[in-house]
Structures are given as structure tokens and as C-alpha cells.
């Protein structure tokens, strides 16, 4: 499977996966390998977070898609949402962090307020937290 078919996947998947959850309507999504499940999330040194399994985690719609695709690291994904409205944030440059015991740490910056879509996704990509570009619609559902 390409990167790029995996990374698109895996874009697909989270917004599945978390459309039963409360909407965003200006925030971000952090999605991860399962390897990170736990892992806590910082924003500019302040702990916000942990990864957490997608709702779907051991469903049916998990199942579907492993009959599907086989057992593709696209379906071993955990994801975090932070939603803007509930957190302060200050307009201008901001670091992101992914720390978890036994896992390399990764980090990425991003700045707000955002131009285009309000609700970006990132992906971790080894030791880097990117912004998935086309994924603008995944706070929208």
C-alpha cells in the first residue's frame, strides 16, 4: 500500500470513526499508530490530552473493513480531537508534542488561527506531527 493510499485511508477511517462523536466546528485531530494508544498530547507544554482508540475499536465497522482490506495498519489507528471552543488559544505559532513511554516522541507546530478549513487533521509520521492536507471536511460530519 503507498503512503499516500495509506495516509488518505487513514484520513477516511478517522472521520468514520469519529462522526458519532460531539462535532467540532474549530479544532484539530491528532491520529497515530495504535502503538501510541495512551500517549499524552501537549499543546505548547500543557498536557491536553491522550490518544484513545477510535469508537469503532473492535466493532463491526472494524471488522467490514479488515474483511475488507486485510489487516492494514490503516485500521490500527488512535486519535485525539480538540476542540477550540473548549480550549484557550492564543492567535499565532503553537508546538504539539506526542509523548508516550517506549515510542519515539514526535512533534509539529501549526499556527492560528487557520487559513482554510477551521478543523485541521494531523498525522503522526514518525518522529513528525503533520498536517494531513485535503482533510478540511473532518470536523464538519
Same mark, same amino acid.
Given at each position: 500500500?503507498?503512503?499516500?493510499?495509506?495516509?488518505?485511508?487513514?484520513?477516511?477511517? #478517522?472521520?468514520?470513526?469519529?462522526?458519532?462523536?460531539?462535532?467540532?466546528?474549530?479544532?484539530?485531530?491528532?491520529?497515530?499508530?495504535?502503538?501510541?494508544?495512551?500517549?499524552? @498530547?501537549?499543546?505548547?507544554?500543557?498536557?491536553?490530552?491522550?490518544?484513545?482508540?477510535?469508537?469503532?475499536?473492535?466493532?463491526?465497522?472494524?471488522? @467490514?473493513?479488515?474483511?475488507?482490506?486485510?489487516?492494514?495498519?490503516?485500521?490500527?489507528?488512535?486519535?485525539?480531537?480538540?476542540?477550540? #471552543?473548549?480550549?484557550?488559544?492564543?492567535?499565532?505559532?503553537?508546538?504539539?508534542?506526542?509523548?508516550?513511554?517506549?515510542?519515539?516522541?514526535?512533534?509539529?507546530?501549526?499556527?492560528?488561527?487557520?487559513?482554510?478549513?477551521?478543523?485541521?487533521?494531523?498525522? @503522526?509520521?514518525?518522529?513528525?506531527?503533520?498536517?494531513?492536507?485535503?482533510?478540511?471536511?473532518?470536523?464538519?460530519?
Amino acid at each position: 500500500m503507498t503512503r499516500y493510499f495509506r495516509i488518505s485511508f487513514l484520513a477516511l477511517l #478517522a472521520t468514520i470513526a469519529c462522526s458519532g462523536e460531539r462535532r467540532i466546528e474549530n479544532g484539530i485531530v491528532i491520529a497515530a499508530p495504535d502503538s501510541y494508544a495512551g500517549g499524552s @498530547v501537549l499543546l505548547d507544554g500543557k498536557k491536553i490530552g491522550e490518544l484513545q482508540y477510535l469508537e469503532t475499536h473492535g466493532g463491526l465497522f472494524e471488522a @467490514v473493513l479488515k474483511k475488507m482490506y486485510g489487516d492494514s495498519p490503516a485500521i490500527h489507528v488512535v486519535a485525539l480531537k480538540i476542540d477550540f #471552543a473548549r480550549t484557550v488559544i492564543r492567535p499565532g505559532g503553537h508546538q504539539l508534542l506526542l509523548e508516550k513511554a517506549g515510542q519515539p516522541t514526535a512533534g509539529g507546530s501549526f499556527t492560528f488561527p487557520f487559513h482554510g478549513s477551521p478543523v485541521q487533521l494531523f498525522f @503522526v509520521d514518525g518522529t513528525k506531527i503533520e498536517v494531513q492536507k485535503g482533510a478540511g471536511k473532518f470536523g464538519k460530519q
